[in-house]
Nanobody, 116 residues
Framework: VQLVESGGGSVHPGGTMRLSCAAS????????MSWFRQAPGAEREMVAR????????EYADSVKGRFTISRDRTKNTVYLQMDSLKPEDTGVYYC??????????WGQGTQVTVSL
């Protein structure tokens, strides 16, 4: 089982970035998929959650209206589209998969830096 994030990097405030999380060893279709982030010196926090395909998505208040989580069944991949980025969005972003009674999986993380 593996989750591999990609798409991180540096961007100016107001910019956009799309993160990808490619899953292998399981199908994301039956898992709850989320993106977390961890800023320096802070606890890891959930920013976006996809309950299931075609279901409800949840977002942290700080990213509502700017971030969008989505899934691609054919690629077994989850995305996080981030628009209107702010310096406070800086951190390491982690992909997380959860299925009750089966297990939880974390990706290795990808760095996102928003600065002038």
């Amino acid at each position: 089982v593996q989750l591999v994030e990609s798409g991180g990097g540096s961007v100016h405030p107001g910019g956009t970035m799309r993160l990808s999380c490619a899953a292998s060893g399981f199908t994301i279709e039956v898992y709850e998929m989320s993106w977390f982030r961890q800023a320096p010196g802070a606890e890891r926090e959930m920013v976006a959650r996809s309950i299931n395909f075609g279901g409800r998505n949840e977002y942290a208040d700080s990213v509502k209206g700017r971030f969008t989580i989505s899934r691609d069944r054919t690629k077994n991949t989850v995305y996080l589209q981030m628009d209107s980025l702010k310096p406070e969005d800086t951190g390491v972003y982690y992909c997380f998969a959860r299925k009750s009674g089966v297990g939880n999986y974390w990706g290795q993380g990808t760095q996102v830096t928003v600065s002038l």
